[in-house]
């Protein structure tokens, strides 16, 4: 009997079903794997200090990738707080291993970090590292050599040799950029072959492009100073530069291509390239008269306005090329071209190049406080010298609410170094406003810049003396009233020899005892000692008019006055009383002023103050014989100097000016001839088909190449081959083959140049005559250079006369 389905059931499940749920319980197993790592990172935010390095080692050795992730990342993060991590060190180096290239980032940067406190674990890694400069991603490598530089153990500075000799001729740039700075870090190893590092940044230091001669150029900009004091001692400072001869034209071209940090670095460094091997500029003024280039920010006030100025052809090409640097968004490139304008320009190039509104822009609108105060303190430098550069822009250096004491103080020493009588009046108005400001600080230095703004004409001594008057009767307790009693001090005593009026003098003066008998403010201790004086200096000037009257009121609250107060009214008492002398020709101790003298000193003769009770032993002795005062005036009324006031005194000069020393001009006969800096044609590395396996052979060992392969940018091509990993043993032996083979190489090429020279000789012996003192100069010149050295394996530039080119020679170890 046949069955039939019914109707109402379910149909059969398909192929197509089983497929859609087997990709459904897969999706839910990767789900709760996520939620388990993510779980997992939560329980460890969680968990008490006390057990999380179990929980974090426990991360660490999980078989989950994702979970020894979260593990990284919590060690890393505590290593950033700047906890010690070095307690998982071996729980780290286990995942050394892991395809995760997060994962491997992370470790790479932890054993950098630790390798040098747990040597013997960290070797255990080394192999590991190593291979991955085998590895087909070019960040793998990259990473890979960079950490291998990075640990500092000196059982791998054989090994680090030979894989920075592997990866310098690298074909993609970033791993070449990788090996520059490890050579920077490996140049730190004890016991590392540091000649042949300087070797393989050289050939660095000759590439083409922008992004491998950044690095190279921050780690010579590091070793030179290393280089001329340890390894290379005995050579001179000239062979140090080198390699920055027949590249100085590429690195000014390259110049707006390097990214910021090292665009900085690189303009220091063809700043003092230039100082030592160029040629000085010469200024030539409009009467036909010459100088030196000054060189310095100081040396611009000496320039005028008509002059013309001659430069080598590198310089004016160096120069050029730092006049799109205004617009740079890098505060750090714009201060490095200033600095580099200021040694080898003139303040028209820093005006035509646009900089003083790069400056002023920067002042305004950077957010950094560090930025905004450095720009300031360029602008003050070079007002200071040139104050026509920026008297343009006097209202954009006014004070704003938000800006720092330090700020404040800068934009007040430029307002200074900008007055002038067109734009006097509103810097005036801008200082008196900021004479009373809530900031002390600000407020003392607003009364100082109009005190020195007042040495400018007798016109604005008279204003700032009226101001300085009117505002110490109403503000006798204000915090600005001892630098406003400095002002007035100076200026009559300015005028005191010269036109100085009485009547003037005697208002006001007058105006000031005022101050110290005001009962709703009282002025503080400092102040009243200085008015006391002030009366006191000039009781000549006034013929004791004030004195008597000033010690008269005093004299009830005498010994309640603080120790500065009573000892200024002791010598004034001394002073009205020797006037009194002089004059009137009182004898007897019967006057008025005589009687207040006598009374005073008794008073004093108890004192608390020793000073003051030895200056009343002194006084009672000169005014012992009355007939005999010629001492007393000797020692009373000799002229007192001014204070010091200068118009032009800030920190922010001395601050940069420890950034603008450069080593000083080079002696002209002492310069190597142009020629030397005859560029080489570097080519960016041309390959078709390029992976990991094409910087090995068959046997998987590295290729050699020939110097001119090194000197062209390695451009040859190079076959591919299957690439394998390599332990350590074969990694040695095929660097030693690749040494045999380069030596060949070597032997084979220099006899094909010697040919090639041959067949040229003859073509070019007219060019030859037609340059015969030139030539002679520079091989002098390089062989000068080529017999200071020593050993064979050090890397020398022959330069040819005939064709201009430069090739790196290499000799066997």
Known sequence: MQHKTPLNSPPTPTMADHFARFSSMLESARDLTIEAAVSASTRLTETPSAK????????????????????????????????????????????????????????????????????????????????????????????????????????????LILCIRRTVMDPLPIVRAATALAIGKAYEIEGVNRKQLLKDLLVLLG????????????????????????????????????????????????????????????????????????????????????????GTAHGFASLGSNYSCTYDPDLSLFLLALEPMSHNDSPQVVLASLRALILLGTPRHIIDFGFPDALVR???????????????????VLALASPE??????????????????????????????????????????????????????ARAAVKAIGRCSQTSPEWADKVLRWCIAET??????????????????????????????????????????????????????????????????????????????????????VHEPEKVRYELLMLAAKSYLYEIRTVGAKTPDSIVGKMFHHIVHLCRYDSSFATRDRVRMLEQLFEDVDNHQLATLFLQVPKPAPVFSKYENSATSTLSAYLISPEWADPDTLPPKTIRKETTPQAPRFKGINSESFMDKSGSALAI??????????????????????????????????????????????????EDSEEESDEEETEQASETEAVSENEYLSSEESDESDDSEVALVQDSKNGKASHAYNSD
């Open 389 to 442: 550069i920026f008297r343009g822009h006097t209202r954009k250096f006014f004070i704003s609410g938000n800006d720092s004491s330090s700020i404040a103080e800068c934009k007040i020493y430029i307002m200074l170094c900008l007055f002038a009588p067109e734009n006097g009046k509103i810097i005036m108005l801008e200082l008196k406003y900021n004479a009373f400001s809530q900031n002390v600080d600000i």
């Open 362 to 380: 920067s002042s305004l609108l950077a957010t950094d406080t560090l930025t905004r105060l450095y720009s300031l303190q360029c602008i003050s």
């Open 52 to 159: 999380r390095p179990q929980e974090i080692s426990k991360l660490l050795n999980s078989r989950n990738e994702r979970e020894v992730l979260s593990g990284m990342k919590c060690v890393i993060s505590l290593v950033s707080r700047g906890e010690d991590g070095v307690q998982y060190f071996a729980d780290v180096v286990k995942n050394v291993t892991l395809l995760n290239p997060r994962v491997r980032a992370l470790v790479m940067v932890y054993i950098q970090k630790y390798a040098e406190r747990e040597p013997d674990t960290a070797l255990l890694s080394i192999n590991s590292v190593q291979k991955a400069l085998g590895d087909k991603s070019p960040r793998n490598r990259a990473a890979s050599i960079r950490t291998l530089g990075g640990i500092q153990i000196p059982e791998i500075a054989s090994l």
């Open 706 to 755: 020939s110097s001119d392969n090194i000197g062209s940018g390695f451009s040859a091509p190079i076959s591919a081959a299957k690439n394998q990993l390599q332990s350590l043993d074969e990694f040695f032996g095929n660097e030693e083959e690749s040494e045999e083979s380069h030596s060949e190489t070597e032997s084979d090429e220099d006899t094909s140049e010697e040919d």
């Open 207 to 294: 590439d083409a492009l922008p992004v491998v001669v950044g690095p190279a150029i921050k780690v010579f900009v590091q070793l030179k100073l290393a280089m001329a004091k340890s390894l290379l001692a005995s050579m001179s400072m000239t062979k140090i530069w080198t390699p920055i001869h027949s590249n100085f034209r590429m690195y000014v071209r390259m110049l707006a291509e390097l990214d910021a940090w090292s665009m900085a670095m690189m303009i220091d460094l063809l700043v003092e390239y230039a100082r030592r091997f160029l040629p000085r500029p010469t200024v030539v003024f409009s009467n036909g008269t010459q100088m030196d280039l000054p």
């Open 473 to 558: 009767t109403t503000a006798a307790s204000s915090p600005v009233m001892a630098e406003l009693l400095t002002v007035i001090r100076y200026l009559l005593q300015q005028k005191q020899g010269a036109d100085l009026d009485e009547n003037q003098l005697i208002k006001t003066l007058y105006k000031l005892s005022v101050v110290l008998s005001a009962t709703d403010q009282q002025a503080d201790a400092a102040a009243k000692s200085s008015i006391i004086w002030i009366i006191g200096e000039f009781t000549e000037a006034t013929k004791n008019l004030l004195g008597p009257d000033v010690v008269r009121r005093s004299l009830k609250t005498f």
